[in-house]
């Protein structure tokens, strides 16, 4: 059988055409964090400039930090209420081409003085319009408070 003969079966995983990188670091009494987006794909794909943090800040709960007893780390920063995205909210990402920022995360996360936890991504991008909505998750970060 050919590979395009060959049906997908529905348990059967495509690879994500974005992958999210995340990398934890203290900086004295500051929380930061590099992710970084590559597309892994052979077609142009879309990030949403505030769910991806594009301009150097956390406007939305896109982090899932949870501690070593599994309690979620609070989101204390805005919640930028907006409407449907809008093509100008979207960054094109070239097939092979990666964006990266660096974020302050203890300015708008309530972490604990001490203590471990872990420290992902996870965010909807993407145009609705061409193709739908993709959830980009990033690597777990086991990071100790202190």
């Known amino acids: 059988m050919s590979s395009k003969d060959k049906k997908e079966s529905p348990t059967e995983k495509k690879a994500a055409p974005i992958a999210a990188d995340l990398a934890v670091e203290r900086r004295g009494a500051e929380i930061?964090?590099?992710l970084e987006f590559a597309n892994v794909s052979r077609?142009?794909?879309w990030l949403?400039?505030?769910n991806g943090c594009l301009k150097g800040y956390v406007d939305n709960d896109v982090f899932g930090i949870?501690?070593?007893d599994d309690d979620k780390v609070r989101y204390v920063g805005p919640r930028v209420y907006r409407q449907p995205t809008a093509p100008s909210d979207l960054v094109a990402l070239a097939p092979d081409e990666s964006k990266a920022v660096e974020l302050r995360l203890d300015e708008v996360y309530a972490f604990a003085a001490k203590g471990r936890c872990v420290i992902s991504y996870r965010a909807y991008h993407g145009d609705a319009d061409k193709g739908g909505l993709?959830?980009?998750r990033s690597n777990g970060v086991d990071f100790s408070l202190g």
């Open 32 to 34: 930061w964090v590099r």
């Open 43 to 45: 077609e142009t794909q």
């Open 48 to 50: 949403d400039a505030v």
């Open 66 to 68: 949870s501690t070593g």
């Open 134 to 136: 993709l959830l980009v």
